[in-house]
């Protein structure tokens, strides 16, 4: 039984004859009549009862009918729900976001999206780099944004935008009369860090043994917001990319580049090799990349 002859069958009954059935399928009624057959002996039964000139079911037809329109009607909100989301008009994006990455730059792009496409659902996971690429590649998320990891043959990393990290001090700080500094010079400084989830901390402590010392760390944290009201009290200094500056409403905080190549968040999407993008996710894609290059 296929689609071509359920419709030529309901379309028999809802016209209440063959000929005017044929005439809204364009088909001669010798091929409906035929179509109808075929159908009939596929099922080996007898749906139309054909003795008497108007059209009646069989108790088999009957139940034909009746389950042939819900398969017409699963059909046709397949096709429209297809539609929807090939034309972005509804859809979900699963997506996982590191906890600075996010609010530095995602916020303003999932509000303007949202403004844009107001029936597309956007689920966010809010964790650590490693854990969200372990999501990823699960399929528990469809997109991850992450600094560049470890080169992994099973995702590919779309590049989104790349933050220099800066020493962020207190402006009575000595540092915050300088115009830059090389890290050498934080041999001696009272060091406030991300903790040790964080691929920052690992790039700055990676740089620091580069140099021949091992960071004086006094304290670490998960939240940027208060590492860095930490310095504006002169409580140490902290490493963080300089776009957070924006952010800020803090009176006595200064930012000192650092002379250091290698000290840059290069914030990426990265997606699972040969995984389908959706219509919505690839939208969310190109907007985000949109976006960010504006803010470069």
Known sequence: MDIRQLKSFIAVIDHQGFSRAAESLYLSQSTLSKVVKNLEDELNTTL?????????????????YQQGLQVLLSL??????????????????????????????????IKSFNSLYPNIEINITEAG??????????????????MKLDNDENLEILPLVSDPLVLYVNDQHPFAQKESIEISELRNEKIISLDSDFELRKMFIYECYKNDFKP????????????LSMVNEDLGV????????????LKHIQTIPIINDALTMDVNFLIKKQ????????????FSQSQLSDMK
């Open 48 to 64: 139309i009862d054909r003795s008497n000139q108007k059209i009646e079911l069989t108790e088999s037809g009957k139940v034909v």
């Open 238 to 249: 902290a490493i963080m990319p300089y776009s957070l500056l924006k952010l800020l409403n």
């Open 216 to 227: 004086n760390i006094i304290f670490e944290s998960a939240q940027w917001d208060f590492m």
């Open 275 to 286: 995984k389908p993008i959706s219509p919505p996710l690839q939208a969310f894609i190109e």
């Open 129 to 146: 780099a490693h854990k969200i690429k372990n999501e990823l590649l699960d399929g528990s998320i469809d997109i991850a944004v992450s």
């Open 76 to 109: 046709e909100n397949i096709s429209n729900e297809l539609f929807d989301i090939e034309n972005l008009k509804k859809g979900h994006i699963n997506i996982g976001i590191p906890p600075i990455t996010g609010t530095l730059y995602f916020p303003k792009i």
